[in-house]
């Protein structure tokens, strides 16, 4: 066995049918790869019977570190809390639902170990099945944060192998809204890429609605730039610019006695200007939310239960 740890921190949100059978391939690949390794397992908050066997896990397995959330506190909030409770010399963040091969797990580590990478991103080199709507969405929402903020996340995954200090550094972090693609790329360190197809689910479906990945989205542009603000700006400088013109333009009409009655053009303007208005207090709004999102400073997660396997020594996480 090696002599290094590499902690697996993976969230759980209602996969009771597959996750204990996942957990042991997990297991059985590191294994035989001679990767001493431990699981961080975060239920969150899930309905069916995924603690009951999380719990299955850490008394079978050695090495299984489970908590469970008071609520569905959602996929970030269950990285964030696995990130906090890391003790490994690495950790490699994955989904539940095998849809990230562990297989290229032990590359990763060989990347991390020989060569000296600090972060080993798996990048989707095919995005596997998905709709129509959230193939378009993610294309979009990409080429808007590369234009907005100039970090290319095309094809970016949550399957990724960070360096112990890469995860000090993102315990470093204390916003109540995170982005962990996004976030973690903004950390910088020396990094690498491998390519991995995204596997098709076996089991159950994916708990990623349209809404909530727009909501994501939505938190991502936030966190990253604050350019819509200045986008109002300068709409309004453009509006300025138009009204100028159309206000000589009246004028001259005025004095020429050529006045004409100017109902299509007042219908429209008002149109105009009335959405623009709104667009503009929805983007100021969007970002007031945040703020009272982030003073609030409520706690990121809630952890009500925990299930630690023996041998592992007790860690604490709030
Ligand atoms: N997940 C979670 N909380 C949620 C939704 C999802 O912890 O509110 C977990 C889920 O169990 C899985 C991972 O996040 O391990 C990715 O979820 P899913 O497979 O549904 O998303 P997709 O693969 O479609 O992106
Ligand atoms: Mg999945």
């Not at 400088?237 to 001259?252: D, E, P, R």
């Not at 503009?280 to 982030?294: H, M, N, P, Q, V």
Request: net charge positive; with cysteine; glycine share 6%.
């Amino acid at each position: 066995m090696s002599t290094y740890l590499i902690s697996v921190a993976i969230p759980v949100y209602n996969e009771a049918k597959q996750i204990y059978e996942n957990i042991n391939i997990i297991h059985k690949i590191l294994t035989e790869n001679n990767i001493n390794h431990e699981f961080i397992l975060v239920d969150d908050g899930s309905r069916d019977n995924t603690w009951k066997e999380l719990k299955r896990l850490s008394s079978d397995l050695p090495n299984v570190f489970a908590f469970k959330f008071s609520r569905n506190f959602g996929k970030e909030a269950a990285l964030c809390a696995a990130l906090e409770a890391v003790n490994g010399d690495a950790c490699v963040v994955m989904d539940s639902d095998l849809q990230h091969p562990p297989e290229i797990i032990p590359q990763m580590v060989r990347l991390w170990k020989e060569e000296g990478y600090d972060v080993v991103e798996a990048v989707k080199s095919s995005r596997g099945k998905e709709s129509i709507i959230n193939k378009i969405g993610a294309h979009f929402f990409y080429s808007i944060l590369k234009n907005l903020s100039g970090f290319n996340l095309d094809g970016a995954s949550d399957f990724k192998l960070l360096d112990a200090k890469v995860v000090n550094s993102w315990n470093t972090m204390q916003e109540r809204n995170t982005f962990f693609r996004g976030m973690s790329a903004w950390l910088g360190y020396k990094r690498t890429t491998i390519p991995f197809e995204v596997v098709d689910r076996k089991e159950g479906k994916s708990k990623w609605s349209t809404l909530k990945l727009f909501k994501l989205a939505i938190t991502a542009i936030t966190s990253f730039t604050s350019l819509p603000l200045q986008l109002v700006t300068l709409m309004g400088m453009l509006f300025l610019f138009g009204s100028f013109i159309l206000g000589i333009y009246t004028l001259y009409m005025k004095f020429k006695g050529m006045a004409v009655s100017g109902f299509t053009t007042v219908i429209l303007l008002l149109l105009i200007i009335g959405s623009t208005l709104m667009i503009s207090l929805g983007i100021i709004g969007t970002y007031i939310a945040k703020i009272f999102d982030e003073v609030k400073f409520r706690p990121r997660f809630i952890v009500s239960e925990k299930a630690i396997s023996e041998k592992i020594e007790h860690k604490n996480i709030s």
